[in-house]
């Protein structure tokens, strides 16, 4: 009997540790794969180029990624700049200030956000998004536009990133313990010098990582992006203008890339490269936590 | 006609009584219910100023609550509904137009387990000093040498003034927690079982500094030690099931109780 549990607990420590090790080596395997997929257009052109030249066209076997990687990003900001001012605020006033029943109502609308599909978000891009930045606020700014824009993605994409961030700000909000709060409060805080000084700054690693986890997942949001943001190669600081991120590059191009030499290998490196930045973004920021928790 | 006379004799002993023990904090009709419970039931106390004031009774019983609800902390807690008055130095905290933030500085707060605020062991102390206005560098520095001193803390900090408050140990964020409090000068202290989460040592500690502050303030004190009750107390509040049980002196409550609530507590309870 004792012999059996034994062999029992051994075979089922074994296993644990096999699946765990699937998901640990699980980005490094992709990582690889879409490297060795990539070599190929590493030998034909050089990585600064590739990176940094805007001279896109494949039937000239000339792979210039700038105005991709540059679509991505000022998508990715702008997106930033509308959905995280607006869920740390959010945030605060449901963790401290809302009614209870508030609060019940917000927990499933938050949740639906987050559960619809994104090809519905890219639906509601094209029908409400694009022609409001194209009739509406283009003619404020006295610029002609269809409306497939950065600028319609970066709405599009901040609306898909509220609920993510959203939720990760009131989990780290709500892990902040009751009795700091009265503590500020009986030292004579307010209520928002107790949100500004204590809750804030108590949070501080949670709010970055819920920055960060946004961040992530605008870079990578292909689909509903696609749709609206106009897909055209050009290099613009003019958000009115139409952009091409890297994954709308990849979705929109998988079809046809066995028919241009080195068109296969150059979309495999696009996806190495929104792996290697999204990585990136995650080691950074996490990083930057360790250090805020160490000091 | 009999009963006129019996109630202006009551109230004319009651009045006596308050003369006697000149009460800084009053508590009329205060009621707290959380969602369909009634945790308070119609509590009515008087304070008395420089005593010690303790608040007894088995856990559950609306202590903290009661606590809570003389600083209106109960805000912070959206499921409770607090009905009544609190009267300090004149003002009903609970329903008060004045700036409650200012009021809720007459009292300093030591909770059941240390809450340093996420910043340095000084600016822990400097915090409450700061939000009363006080912008002068030198004032500040003095008093926040001073709290520290009072509570015995400043020798085992001098040296690591500007690391963070976390790095005390338990013992020692207690002692911060109750520097930070006197440092915006209440004339209350509200202790809510301040030594529940210590080691003897520092319980020890923190009991010694009680009878030290005693002379200045005013400390109500929850506990459910019988013996910190009676080593601290000049008057001990029984409470049981959301109601004032008894009071009076720890002589009067621990030599002779009235009530089978308390002679059941004082025998389980030791």
Redesign the interface.
Same mark, same amino acid.
């Given at each position: 009997m004792h012999f059996k549990r034994r062999i029992t607990d051994r075979v089922n420590n074994i296993w644990m540790v096999a699946t765990l090790a699937i998901v640990l080596f699980l980005p490094l395997i992709m990582g690889i794969a879409l490297y060795a997929k990539s070599i190929p257009i590493f030998d034909a052109q050089s990585l600064p180029s590739l990176l940094g030249s805007s001279n896109w066209s494949p039937n000239d076997g000339k792979f210039g990624f700038w105005p991709f990687i540059f679509s991505s990003i000022y998508v990715t900001v702008l997106s930033f700049i509308f959905s995280a001012p607006l869920c740390l605020f959010a945030a605060i006033y449901l963790t401290q200030f809302a009614? /209870?029943r508030l609060v019940h109502f917000m927990h499933p609308v938050i949740d639906i956000l987050a559960g619809i599909p994104s090809v519905i978000y890219g639906m509601w891009g094209i029908l409400v998004i694009v022609p409001f930045v194209g009739d509406v606020l283009a003619p404020v700014f006295g610029v002609k536009t269809s409306g497939y824009s950065i600028l319609a993605g970066g709405i599009v994409l901040a609306v898909m990133c509220i609920p993510y961030m959203l939720n990760m700000l009131l989990e780290s909000f709500n892990a902040v313990? !009751? $009795? =700091?709060?009265? #503590? #500020? =409060?009986? =030292? $004579? #805080? !307010? /209520?928002w010098?107790t949100v500004k000084?204590?809750i804030l /700054?108590?949070s501080f690693p949670g709010i970055i990582s819920s920055f960060g986890l946004g961040l992530a997942k605008a870079f990578g949001e292909t689909l509903a992006v696609m749709m609206v943001v106009g897909n055209m190669v050009q290099i613009s600081g003019n958000p009115f203008k139409a952009g091409y991120p890297l994954p709308a590059l990849i979705a929109n191009n998988y079809g046809e890339m066995m028919s241009i030499p080195l068109y296969d290998s150059a979309l495999m490196f696009a996806a190495l490269i929104l792996l290697v930045v999204i990585l990136a973004i995650n080691l950074i920021f996490r990083y930057f936590i360790y250090k805020t928790q160490k #000091? | 006609m009999n009963t006129q006379i019996m109630d202006i004799q009551t109230q004319y002993l009651q009045s006596l009584q308050i003369k006697k023990q000149p009460a800084i904090l009053q508590i009329k009709n205060l009621n707290v219910y959380a969602e369909k419970q009634h945790i308070l039931k119609n509590i009515n106390l008087n304070i008395p100023k420089n005593k010690v004031t303790v608040l007894l009774g088995p856990s559950g019983c609306g202590k903290t609550t009661l606590l809570k609800s003389l600083n209106k902390l109960t805000d912070l807690y959206r499921e409770l509904r607090v009905s009544g008055q609190i009267f300090i130095e004149g003002d009903d905290i609970l329903n008060t137009q004045k700036n409650v933030a200012l009021i809720r500085q007459k009292m300093g707060l030591l909770s059941q387990k240390p809450f340093p605020l996420p910043v340095s062991i000084y600016k822990n102390v400097a915090y409450g000093i700061h939000l009363k206005g006080v912008k002068n560098k030198d004032l500040i520095d003095y008093n926040v040498e001073k709290k520290l001193r009072e509570v015995g803390l400043w020798d085992e900090v001098k040296d690591r003034l500007h690391k963070s408050a976390d790095s005390l140990s338990i013992g020692q964020q207690q002692r911060l927690c109750l520097a930070r409090g006197l440092a915006v000068k209440p004339r209350i202290i509200l202790a809510d079982e301040p030594t529940s989460a210590l080691d003897p040592v520092s319980s020890k500690i923190i009991e010694n500094l009680f009878r030290e502050l005693k002379k200045h303030y005013t400390i109500i004190l929850v506990t459910h030690i019988l013996r910190q009750a009676q080593r601290l107390a000049d008057n001990v509040v029984f409470m049981h099931y959301g109601e004032i049980i008894e009071q009076g002196t720890p002589e009067q409550l621990f030599k002779n109780p009235q009530s089978p609530q308390l002679r059941e507590y004082l025998v389980e309870g030791n």
């Open positions: 009614t /209870r313990p !009751t $009795g =700091l709060k009265e #503590a #500020a =409060l009986s =030292l $004579g #805080a !307010t /209520r010098e000084h204590v /700054r108590k #000091a | -």
